[in-house]
Structure formats: structure tokens, C-alpha cells
């Protein structure tokens, strides 16, 4: 994705705790996201950050630093279900723009 | 239940045929959007719109046009189709509330032969 960096593929056990990270590069800033997409299906939305600091939202917590352009999606007590691919994105202006995706294999 | 629908989910089509792919949001959103996802690229936004009659280019705009009539409908039209739009198209939408998020419609796969 342009000026997002996050990587390719991760896999990890069930019931573990797994880390993505996202770097982003961007000149205009209103909010950093992160959507879920199964195979096949649409993404959907997973969380938000627009101040620096920790959201958290059951399983799922975001990180953000604005002045190092670092996000991280944390994902705990990971279920097969959680196999996907995560998608992190920044929005300026109204326009979002995305990363390339985090395909995330989970594991028995 | 919020819902963007994508006419189509998948279209076959041929070099130079004309294309129209519908969307239709049903939550008065303001902001529609259209992106293409490939592997590798990611989703990379082609046209959007926060208003009626009114649109703008996003990054990847040559070979692509759209129409919004109405608030509620967002069509992107491939005026000569080529190989290189195969891809899967994505439609979204946004209001104007606090987060702004996007809500995606189920995409169109598009081969075009």
C-alpha cells in the first residue's frame, strides 16, 4: 500500500496472543483503522485511534504513536475464527488509504 | 442493519465492452467511495464522492469514471474495458459521524477476457 507498511503473512497458535504492526508515512492525519476481511467476504471494521494511547475492545486492542507513524493491532486468546486478513489504514481529509493486509493463520 | 449492495459479484466481460458497476448504500451516508483490491497492491481508491453530482479522483483514476445521481447510488463505469481492470471492486461508504468508518459492500470480481 502506498506509504503503509505492515507484514505479509503471520501465523500463530489458538489461545495465544498475536501482534500486528503497521508503519505509516502520511502528511495529513485524521484517525488510523483497522478492518478485518475473511476470504472472500468484505472487511470490516475493527477499531480506531485517533489520539496516541491504547483502545481496547474485548480481544482486540490498538495502539498508536502519531509521532513515531506505528500502529499495532493486538489480538488475544486468538480463535480459528480469527484467521484473516488485517487490513490497517489511515484516513486524511476523508480519503482512507490502505496497507497491503496482514494474513494472519491461526493455528490448532 | 447498515448495508452497502454491489449489483454484481461477478462479471465476465470482453477488451473494449463498457462496464457499469452499481452500488446502493441505505444510510444516508454522504461519502461513497470505489477501490480495487489485487494481491500484492492492496486496496487502492479510484473515485469517491461526498456529495451528490459531485465526485473526485482518487489514486488510480485513468480508465475510470463514476456517476452519483443520487445520494444513495455510487456507479463506476469502465468506458473500454482491458485486461489489466480484472480485479475485485469494492464499494464503501461513510457518514458523518465521530469515527467515520467504512462500511464495505460484498465486491464485484471482475474478469475481463
Known amino acids: 500500500g502506498q506509504n503503509i507498511d505492515q507484514p505479509t503473512e503471520m501465523t500463530a497458535t489458538e489461545g495465544a496472543i498475536v501482534q500486528i504492526n503497521c508503519t505509516y508515512q502520511t502528511s495529513g492525519f485524521n484517525g488510523l483503522f483497522w478492518y478485518q476481511q475473511h476470504a472472500g467476504e468484505a472487511p470490516t471494521f475493527l477499531s480506531y485511534?485517533?489520539?496516541?494511547g491504547l483502545e481496547e475492545k474485548g480481544r482486540f486492542s490498538s495502539f498508536l504513536s502519531r509521532s513515531k507513524g506505528y500502529s499495532y493491532l493486538l489480538l488475544k486468546e486468538l480463535q480459528m475464527k480469527d484467521s484473516a486478513s488485517y487490513l490497517c489504514?489511515?484516513?486524511?481529509?476523508?480519503?482512507?488509504?490502505f496497507g497491503d493486509g496482514t494474513t494472519l493463520t491461526v493455528k490448532p | 442493519d447498515v448495508k452497502v449492495t454491489q449489483s454484481s459479484r461477478y462479471l465476465v466481460k470482453r477488451t473494449g465492452e463498457k462496464v457499469f458497476l452499481e452500488c446502493v448504500q441505505d444510510?444516508?451516508?454522504?461519502?461513497m467511495f470505489w477501490y480495487r483490491q489485487d494481491p500484492g497492491l492492496g486496496l487502492r481508491l479510484i473515485y469517491f464522492?461526498?456529495?451528490?453530482?459531485?465526485?473526485e479522483k482518487g489514486d488510480i483514476p485513468e480508465g475510470y469514471s463514476v456517476s452519483r445521481e443520487k445520494k444513495e447510488r455510487f456507479s463506476l463505469i469502465l468506458e473500454s474495458a482491458s485486461t489489466n481492470q480484472t480485479s475485485m471492486y469494492l464499494c464503501a461508504s461513510t457518514g458523518q459521524g465521530k469515527i467515520g468508518e467504512l462500511f464495505f459492500g460484498e465486491g464485484s470480481r471482475l474478469t475481463v477476457l
Open positions: 485511534n485517533v489520539l496516541d
Open positions: 489504514a489511515h484516513r486524511d481529509a476523508g480519503k482512507s488509504t
Open positions: 464522492s461526498y456529495d451528490v453530482k459531485m465526485k
Open positions: 444510510m444516508d451516508h454522504e461519502n
